[in-house]
Every structure is written in C-alpha cells, then in structure tokens.
C-alpha cells in the first residue's frame, strides 16, 4: 500500500493515528470485513426515528469504507429490528453470539437500554446507544459498565426547555398545563421543569396534568381538556407522531392563539412542523443536532446534503446520535490500536480507550465521559416562519453544553439542581 493511500484511510473525524503505528495493516482483499450489529426500529412510532439513524449509520460505513475501512478492514452492517425488549434481547444475543459482531449500536427505548445494559455487560460486547439510557426515571441503575455506552441524561432537554422558560416567558405566565408522553423520558421532563420552575421563582401553578399513551393518534380529548383548563403555558413532551398531530388539532381549536408551547423534543418531528399550523414564538428542541445550526461544519454541511438528496427531508438529531456512536467507536478502536503495536485491539481494549475521547460529530464535539455517558452540544430555540421552507425553523439556534448542565457521575439530579448556579443561555 502506498504511504499516499495510507494518509487516506487513516484521516478520521477528530484526528488521525500516525500511520507509522500501522506498518503491515492488510488491505480490503487480505483482511475479513469487520461486522457491527445495528439494532434499528424501522416500524411503529419509532420508524421515522430508527430510519433516519439506520441512514446515517449507513452513510457512515459507506464514508469509512470509501477511505479505506478501519485499519484495512472493510466494514460491514448486521441489521435488525429493535422490537420490544424481550425481542430486542434476544436479537442483540444473536447479533454478539451468532454473526459475530464486533459492537452493537443503536436503540431508541429507555426501556430496551434497561434490558441491553446488562446483557452487553454479561456479554462482553460494546454497546453504543443512540438514544436509550439506563436510568430509571433519574436514576442510574448501570453506574461502572465496561461495554455499556449509553445516552446522554433525559432530564437535559427539560434544563434546557424551563431556562428558556425562564429567559422569554417569566413574569408573562401564571399558569401551566403538562401534556407528556406516558412512559419514564415524559414523566422526567414535567418532573425537571417544575423543578426549575421552583429554582427560579417562576410563582407557576399547574391546571393540567395530561399524559398521552405512546401510539395515541386522536388527540382532541387532551385538546379540550386544555381549552378547558385554559393554561398560559403547554409543556408538551411528547415526540413521536402524536407531536405534529397534537399541534394540527390544538391550532383547529385555537390553543396556539391562547396559550404559549413548550416541546423540548419535538425537533423529531421537524418536517412534519409546518407553518400553517405550528405557531412562531414556540420554545423547540433539537436535541443534539440542528440541521441548520450556526458555523455548521463541513460535515454537517456534507451530511445535510446527502440526507436532502437521499431522503427529500431534513435529517433530525438522532442522526447525530448514530454517527457519533459509530465514529466514537472507530476512533477507540484505532487509538487502541495505537496502543497494541498496530494489532487488532479486543473489546475490552477498545472500550477503554473510548473513555475521554473527543470526536467531531454532526451537533459539534462528542465525547465519552468516565461514566460511559456522552459530553455535546444541545440545539433549542423559539420557532419562527422566516425561512424559504414549509415547516418551522428557530431563531435565534441556543446551544447548551453538557458539561456544564449534564449532572455529575453519581449525582442526585434534584439535589444538584437545587445548587447549581447555571450559566444563563
């Protein structure tokens, strides 16, 4: 191979190992393709999500394979479905045991991230999450994994969503209504944002406690109960389909005229907020990725284009979940590498040397903490119609970094949040 196709499939996002550490690398003919297990939803309320991972993760092998594989090594998907957890145990047992696969990556549900954490664990093999956490309401119940790498905490967005609260609304709101989705990522928000709204003496009473099963897609007895309720503010969590319903049925009835939105999550739904009925002025959350983020870089820009040309939609942020899950993974493995004299490194090998890490990913900077839980930049702001597009955009883009309002390693969330002085946004 020559010292100018070695520069190639050496450059990675974030840096690059000196490729005098990987004299004798073999190259695609010599070498067996390296397997990673994808565990993707592509059915139910989760498809939208779950493809638009899948894609991205697909773009990445494509752009790895393109520049010359991980040390010579072609890569290679295993794809199956995330299902419930009973399925998607037994599918990432047959992904680690069966098709022999280096790591695992994906999930969506906090629920299957209860039942994976350990298995990966028992296993032995790496697990990059996407979305799924391993915490019961605030709670971590996997606290020292060695294979487990997990989501960041749920309870961010909601920070994040009651700052803004705080900066555009107080004093214009007395009361407050919560429409959350019916499962542990719903009850965390409504539980953070009035926690904050305590902190900051906010003096908000709440007249609705609504909570929406996942799947629901009639939603006009929640929209009365707010018409009836008549709150000044709607904290509403929900993120799947039922997010750009509810906002079609609450605009029909006038509640986007009376009172004022608050959906941390709802950048899932972004090509599906359009401006006919979703109201300028909303406080919206893109989570980790902005598709139109201030001082994109290249990639992101790279990426963008291709999703659009891909797709005809605009990717949203668990796209930016699945490629630094991958890529973070990539670039502990040729550390590691780096480290083990060029050779092949083993799982456990890899999966230390992922720990402080720092990649650039789509949202901007990704890395691992001790803990196994991500460090990156948050995406959120109030809606607006000005742009060239059908569906809303936000102006002006705040950007929050977790390190300075994810909660420490072991912390008690409510505790924390009691003390810490957070920087204003």
Known sequence: ????????FLKISGGALAASSLAGVPSFAQAAPIKVGVLASRSGVLASIGE?????????????????????RKVELVVEEEGNAKDTVERFRKLALRDNVEMI?????????????????????????WDATTQKDVTETLPNPIYSFRSTDNEIEGLMASLLTVKHFKGKIKTVANLGTDYSYGRNMWDTFMAMMKKYDMNVTPVA???????????????????QAKPDLIMASLLFTDAFIFMKQAHAAGLTKSSKFVMPAAGFQLNELKKEFTPEGMILGHNSMYFEQPNASPLLKEFVKFYREKTKLFPHFEAERAYSAAESWKAGVEKAAKQ?????PSKEQVAKSMVGITI??????????????????????????KNPY?????????????????????????????????KDL
């Open 390 to 422: 059908d569906i809303v955009t936000i102006n002006p883009v705040e950007t929050l970094d977790t390190r300075e309002y994810q909660k420490p390693a072991g912390a008690d969330f409510y505790k924390w949040i009691e003390t810490k002085k957070f």
């Open 360 to 385: 650039q990913s789509l949202g901007g900077y990704f890395s691992w903490r001790a803990d196994h839980i991500p460090d990156c930049n948050f995406y959120m702001g109030l809606t607006t119609h």
């Open 1 to 8: 191979m020559s010292v100018r196709n070695r520069r190639d």
């Open 209 to 227: 406690d609504l909570w929406v099963k996942v799947g629901t897609t009639d939603l006009t007895p929640f929209v009365a109960s707010l018409q």
């Open 52 to 72: 638009c991972a899948l894609t991205t993760v697909q773009w990445w092998a494509e752009r790895v394979n393109k520049s010359g594989g991980i040390l010579g």
């Open 340 to 344: 083990n004299g060029g050779k092949w």
């Open 105 to 129: 990556t994906g999930l969506i549900s906090t629920g299957n991230g209860l039942s994976i954490g350990p298995i990966a664990e028992e296993l032995k093999m790496i697990w990059t999450s």
